[in-house]
């Protein structure tokens, strides 16, 4: 036990004399290293790190009424609970649909949608109309005939084709008279007939 206690005191003092000043290698352990800071952190108002990319410009926190910003004491790092939403610009009017007669009997009439593309790309269409009488038949003139869908009273043409940009399409039906003549009901891409 003797021998542990002055083993003890040797390490302790050859640690002294190596630390002592005035030795050379006295100063041999490196300096420390600079404290972490964040890029551009400076003592002013601080901008808090958004963890995100933004698509916005950067804006500074609001300050106080003593002019200090609000968490000045250390920079925050700001986290969104939801990804920002992307905007898109609304679609340009797409194709609209006039309805007329153009002929009616005593017990029948042809109705027409007169269809309009007014963009400037080729667009699809669906024209949905109601009417309860029974349909004879329907067509669309001088372009590829549409795929008709009939659900009770709701008849329902959708393109083969686009419409090109900048024309017109006559889809027409006959329909057996089944009160008034012409459809309770007429929409071309959910927006009504005119």
């Keep these: 036990m003797a021998l542990g206690i002055l083993a003890l005191f040797a390490i ?13 290698d006295a100063g041999a352990l490196p300096p420390p290293e600079p404290a972490f800071t964040l890029p551009g952190v400076t003592s002013g108002p601080q901008i808090p790190v958004s963890l995100r990319p933004t698509s ?8 106080s009424a003593t002019g200090e ?5 250390q920079p925050t790092a700001t986290r969104s609970s939801r990804p ?4 898109t610009p609304a679609p340009p009017p797409g194709v609209a649909g006039t309805y007329r007669i153009v002929d009616s009997y005593p017990d029948a009439f042809i109705g027409e949608v007169l269809l309009r593309n007014d963009t400037g790309t080729e667009r699809s269409w669906t024209v949905r109309l109601s009417y309860p009488g ?11 005939q549409p795929t008709l869908v009939t659900r009770g009273t709701t008849y329902t043409w959708t393109s083969s084709v686009p419409l090109a940009a900048g024309s017109t399409g006559s889809l027409r039906f006959h ?5 008034s003549a012409g459809p309770t009901g007429c929409t071309v891409n959910g927006s009504a007939c005119s």
Excluded at 69 to 73: E, L, V
Excluded at 134 to 144: A, G, H, I, K, Q
Excluded at 175 to 179: A, E, M
């Design 175 to 179: 329909f057996k008279l089944s009160g």
């Design 12 to 24: 302790a003092g050859l640690t002294i004399l190596r630390f002592t000043p005035g030795r050379d």
């Design 134 to 144: 029974e349909l004879v038949t329907s067509w669309l003139e001088s372009l590829p």
């Design 69 to 73: 910003a609000a968490g000045d004491a």
């Design 56 to 63: 916005g410009p950067v804006v500074a926190p609001e300050t």
């Design 84 to 87: 920002p939403v992307a905007t």
